[in-house]
């Protein structure tokens, strides 16, 4: 009889379960740093908006000393997100 080279179907279905289980462990593994560059990103986000409010609110010397401001960012400029800031607006010691 003359010996034939190749696969048996046994051999090609144990090497796509093998290819299958690695290509659903690759894709769990980007939808999961998808997730976390999106959550990055929102908070990246808020925070340039709250050094925005507060560099803004540091360049008017007319604010109301000892009070507290607070506002809301527009969901526009958040991406969407509902986010607010809050100011206290307190004197302090300066040098003598």
Request: charged fraction near 20%; proline fraction near 4%.
């Amino acid at each position: 009889m003359k010996k034939t080279r190749g696969f048996t179907l046994l051999e090609m279905t144990v090497a796509m379960l093998i290819m299958a289980i690695a290509v659903v462990g690759l894709l769990a593994g980007i939808s999961g740093a998808t997730r976390n560059a999106a959550r990055l990103r929102d908070a990246d986000r808020v925070a340039q908006l709250a050094q925005l409010r507060m560099n803004e609110l540091l360049a008017n010397p007319a604010l109301p000393r000892n009070t507290v401001l607070q506002g809301a960012f527009d969901p526009a400029l958040a991406g969407g997100m509902t986010a607010g800031w809050r100011a206290a607006v307190t004197e302090f010691e300066g040098r003598p």
